[in-house]
């Protein structure tokens, strides 16, 4: 059984129909990217998954529950974590006010301070910037501090949308490092990427959605090979 699953799924914003028939899998303890331009259905996928944008038909299952229907926070409770384009930090809280913002849902007050730990041993400058206003860091520490927010939700699955968007290419290499330390420490993780060559350096499988469908589907190391993928997507 996979984790997620979207069987053809259908979705419109009014008369704009967006996405028209998404059919892909992800697997307990994978990475999946979808690869695709600009308006191609990428995000809308993410949001159908979180309950934030309805289907008009098809199915998505989570962990095997019919989900397609699901409340927001129901599927945040089921252990499936949106991180939105965009980081969407608090500007004017501490990075560690923002990290407990994540645990918002979990009762157990030790298990989030237990979290935070973890996310201080894998992500070093959050816990160095601790006290410091949101605002003030830099991109890539604010996704950092967008990821590390999500983990202390505890996902099963962690579904990131653009993580490298507007950042240098040293840093887009570490946050791609660190979606991959995530998945070894056993979270699943779907990634949406418009820097198709920087996310197959770490993801195992990835569709290319265009027009609001999946296309082309293959591993990692294939794609990277692949005239087509090379062609649209990895550029010179
Ligand atoms: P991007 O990388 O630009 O976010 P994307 O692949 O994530 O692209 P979506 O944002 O999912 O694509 O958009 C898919 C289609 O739906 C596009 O044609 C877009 O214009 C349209 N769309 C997205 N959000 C809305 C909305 N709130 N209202 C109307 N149309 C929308």
Do not use: C
Not at 43 to 68: E, M, P, Y
């Amino acid at each position: 059984m996979a984790m997620l699953e979207f069987d053809n799924v259908a979705v419109y914003y009014g008369k704009v129909q967006a996405l028209r028939g998404i059919s892909l899998t992800v697997e307990e303890g994978e990475i999946v990217a979808l690869l695709g331009n600009n308006g191609a259905g990428k995000t809308t996928t993410l949001s159908t998954a979180s309950g934030l944008v309805k289907s008009h038909s098809g199915r998505v299952s989570f962990n095997g529950t019919d989900i397609t229907k699901a409340m927001p926070w129901n599927v945040v409770g089921a252990g499936l974590i949106h991180v939105p384009e965009g980081r969407r930090i608090f500007s004017t809280m501490t990075v560690l006010e923002n990290l407990l913002l994540g645990g918002y849902l979990v009762k157990d007050r030790a298990l989030v301070a237990k979290r935070i730990a973890t996310v201080y041993e894998l992500l070093p400058l959050l816990a160095e910037r601790s006290t410091q206003q949101g605002g003030t860091l830099s991109g890539g520490e604010q996704q950092m501090l967008a990821i590390g927010r999500a983990l202390i939700a505890g996902p099963k699955m962690l579904m990131l949308d653009e993580p490298s968007m507007g950042l240098a290419p040293l840093i887009v290499a570490r946050v791609m490092q660190v979606i991959s330390e995530i998945r070894d420490q056993g979270t699943t993780v779907l990634l949406v990427e418009q820097n198709a060559r920087a996310a197959l350096k770490v993801t195992d499988r990835a569709y290319v959605i265009d027009g609001g469908t999946t296309t082309i589907e293959g591993r990692a190391v294939d794609l990277l090979g692949d005239s087509r993928i090379i062609d649209a997507y990895l550029g010179a």
